[in-house]
């Protein structure tokens, strides 16, 4: 078969646009992850961030219907800052790694960008492409797996051999001709698998990896920390310090212990970020959120979310210190913040945040906050009881 560019074209090319990882496979549906989508949907176990039809997640040609190559690649994340020695103190809110730098959809957009742009000069003449980073309806680590770029694990992250898991996705399709991926690269990669390893599995803090291979979204505190609302009470515990997203199950693994670092400057840590001190998300305002982090992926869901997930930190620290904000927070207009300082007041346990918790009862008017002041409040009594 004739291509229109060859693979080794293409990595050239990739190596100038800071792609870490390529691979090329065909268009063919992904008729393999029908029932597993199909059960995925039934058994409620889907976030609400996925697309809802599965016939329509296996076929490339959803997105690109005279599609004839898929491109995929993979961008390293992960920085030496991860393994710093001294860790930020005590109030430090956890971000998952990969929120630390740019959001990765618009740099990993911009490489997909440029990698067409640099085949169109190839080939001499327009050509007919779809980006697919994350939100679209493919699933991104079945392509990537296809095209040799890792192996799914256990813990349902696509590793590669060179990164472990730290590593972005993207997709894109093309209606030109490219040669696929070489037959040893795609050999390597299906000698790479998790064995009889099952770390992910037992260290996962609410049980979201149900069985090898298989996530129920709806109990992941990737999910969990993204989602509006309040946090249901028995996923806040085990938040610990989380504010943003879930590395347990990636740091964990051993494929992904001593990875090749980044190289792209837009996910370098920016500190406030990756390490955020508690007490000043929650001195942030819409605007000042938006002008220091509205280029980061913690910025889609707004504001709220991260001071809500803040909250339960603090009170999962249980820091004497915070209890006159958690106080004035009592009075917050949203219902979730509301709620969410009731129940760290309930944590930390200080006789003045009781207090204020039964004066705030009497003027709360949302019935679901109202529930969860009274709940904190008997927690507190039922607690004293036990240690009289
Ligand atoms: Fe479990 Fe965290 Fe992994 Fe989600 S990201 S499956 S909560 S370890
Ligand atoms: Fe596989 Fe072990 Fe890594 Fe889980 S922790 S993905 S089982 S190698």
């Given at each position: 078969?004739?291509?229109?560019?060859?693979?080794?074209?293409?990595?050239?090319?990739?190596?100038?646009?800071?792609?870490?990882?390529?691979?090329?496979?065909?268009?063919?549906?992904?008729?393999?992850?029908?029932?597993?989508?199909?059960?995925?949907?039934?058994?409620?176990?889907?976030?609400?961030?996925?697309?809802?039809?599965?016939?329509?997640?296996?076929?490339?040609?959803?997105?690109?219907?005279?599609?004839?190559?898929?491109?995929?690649?993979?961008?390293?994340?992960?920085?030496?800052?991860?393994?710093?020695?001294?860790?930020?103190?005590?109030?430090?809110?956890?971000?998952?790694?990969?929120?630390?730098?740019?959001?990765?959809?618009?740099?990993?957009?911009?490489?997909?960008?440029?990698?067409?742009?640099?085949?169109?000069k190839?080939?001499?003449?327009?050509?007919?492409?779809?980006?697919?980073?994350?939100?679209?309806a493919?699933?991104d680590r079945?392509?990537?797996?296809?095209?040799?770029?890792?192996?799914?694990?256990?813990?349902?992250?696509?590793?590669?051999?060179?990164?472990?898991?730290?590593?972005?996705l993207?997709?894109?399709?093309?209606?030109?001709?490219i040669?696929?991926?070489?037959?040893?690269?795609?050999?390597?990669?299906?000698?790479?698998?998790?064995?009889?390893?099952?770390?992910?599995?037992?260290?996962?803090?609410?049980?979201?990896?149900?069985?090898?291979?298989?996530?129920?979204?709806?109990?992941?505190?990737?999910?969990?920390?993204?989602?509006?609302?309040?946090?249901?009470e028995?996923?806040?515990?085990?938040?610990?310090?989380?504010?943003?997203?879930?590395?347990?199950?990636?740091?964990?693994?051993?494929?992904?212990?001593?990875?090749?670092?980044?190289?792209?400057?837009?996910?370098?840590?920016?500190?406030?970020?990756?390490?955020?001190?508690?007490?000043?998300?929650?001195?942030?305002?819409?605007?000042?959120?938006?002008?220091?982090?509205?280029?980061t992926?913690?910025?889609?869901?707004?504001?709220?979310?991260?001071?809500?997930?803040?909250?339960i930190?603090l009170?999962?620290?249980?820091?004497?210190?915070?209890?006159?904000?958690?106080i004035?927070?009592?009075?917050?207009?949203?219902?979730e913040?509301?709620?969410?300082?009731?129940?760290?007041?309930?944590?930390?346990d200080?006789?003045?945040?009781?207090?204020?918790?039964?004066?705030?009862?009497?003027?709360?008017?949302?019935?679901?906050?109202?529930?969860?002041?009274?709940?904190?409040?008997?927690?507190?009594?039922?607690?004293?009881?036990?240690?009289?």
């Amino acid at each position: 078969m004739s291509y229109d560019v060859s693979f080794l074209t293409l990595q050239t090319i990739a190596r100038k646009v800071g792609i870490d990882v390529i691979g090329v496979t065909g268009v063919e549906p992904f008729e393999e992850l029908l029932p597993l989508l199909k059960r995925f949907y039934e058994e409620g176990r889907a976030s609400g961030f996925e697309h809802p039809d599965a016939a329509v997640r296996i076929d490339p040609l959803s997105l690109l219907p005279n599609a004839s190559s898929m491109i995929s690649i993979a961008v390293a994340y992960v920085h030496e800052d991860a393994y710093a020695t001294t860790y930020p103190k005590k109030v430090t809110g956890l971000v998952s790694k990969y929120a630390w730098g740019t959001d990765y959809h618009r740099i990993v957009t911009q490489k997909l960008e440029r990698l067409a742009y640099y085949l169109q000069k190839q080939v001499h003449h327009d050509i007919a492409y779809k980006i697919a980073v994350d939100t679209s309806a493919l699933v991104d680590r079945a392509v990537a797996e296809r095209a040799g770029i890792g192996f799914i694990g256990k813990n349902c992250s696509l590793i590669t051999d060179e990164f472990g898991s730290w590593v972005f996705l993207g997709t894109l399709l093309v209606d030109i001709e490219i040669e696929r991926t070489p037959e040893a690269q795609m050999e390597h990669v299906a000698s790479l698998s998790c064995q009889d390893c099952d770390l992910c599995l037992t260290a996962c803090p609410t049980d979201a990896l149900i069985a090898p291979f298989v996530i129920d979204s709806t109990r992941c505190l990737s999910y969990i920390t993204q989602s509006k609302g309040m946090i249901p009470e028995e996923f806040r515990a085990p938040l610990g310090r989380r504010v943003w997203g879930c590395d347990t199950c990636q740091t964990v693994c051993p494929l992904s212990k001593t990875p090749s670092l980044t190289k792209e400057p837009a996910f370098f840590p920016e500190r406030e970020l990756a390490f955020p001190d508690l007490y000043y998300i929650l001195s942030l305002t819409n605007r000042t959120f938006q002008q220091k982090f509205g280029h980061t992926a913690v910025a889609w869901r707004g504001l709220a979310v991260w001071r809500r997930n803040a909250i339960i930190a603090l009170g999962n620290i249980r820091d004497d210190r915070a209890v006159p904000l958690l106080i004035d927070l009592l009075t917050d207009a949203r219902p979730e913040i509301r709620a969410s300082a009731a129940w760290a007041l309930r944590q930390i346990d200080a006789k003045e945040g009781t207090l204020a918790v039964a004066k705030a009862c009497y003027e709360e008017k949302d019935t679901q906050v109202l529930l969860e002041m009274r709940y904190a409040l008997e927690f507190t009594e039922n607690r004293q009881e036990t240690d009289r």
